[in-house]
């Protein structure tokens, strides 16, 4: 998910207001509120009600008058990107839960850490994503 995040601070970047004392502030208060806000939506979309305007309610002043249209077109394009990406997983996983490794610990509770990017599992449990192939090609071969 956070590959929405960082094509959003890609793309806002440049439209950043020229010729504040201190730029790389701006550059960190986009980037915070960008990865904040596609966490959120990841954690909870369906209460999630309008994310591309929450995002620029939080980031809109670091831009001129004049590029703010141009700015929320560009996170509502992202945002709706997202919210599709999380209804295609939905459809496949059952769950959009994608900042939770999908590993259980030895006492049966869901691993809590966050998953390796591409991955389902987290470092610790990457070795299950391994098994699970494995297991997946040989049901083929014996089918």
Not at 2 to 15: E, G, N, V
Not at 18 to 29: A, I, K, M, V
Not at 73 to 102: F, K, N, P, T
């Amino acid at each position: 998910m956070y590959r929405y995040s960082r094509a959003i601070y890609r793309d806002l970047h440049p439209q950043l207001l020229e010729g504040q004392f201190r730029p790389e502030l701006g550059q960190r208060l986009l980037l915070a509120a960008c990865e904040r806000t596609v966490e959120r939506l990841a954690r909870d979309h369906r209460r999630f009600a309008r994310p591309a305007a929450a995002l620029f309610d939080d980031v809109r002043a670091l831009f001129p008058v004049s590029r703010q249209l141009m700015v929320y077109d560009i996170i509502e394009v992202h945002m709706d990107a997202a919210l599709e990406y999380l209804d295609q997983e939905i459809a496949e996983r059952g769950s959009a839960d994608l900042l939770r490794c999908r590993a259980t610990n030895r006492k049966g509770k869901a691993c809590q850490r966050v998953p390796v990017t591409g991955s389902d599992y987290c470092p610790s449990h990457r070795f299950l994503e391994k098994l699970q192939q494995e297991k997946a090609s040989s049901s083929a071969l014996a089918a």
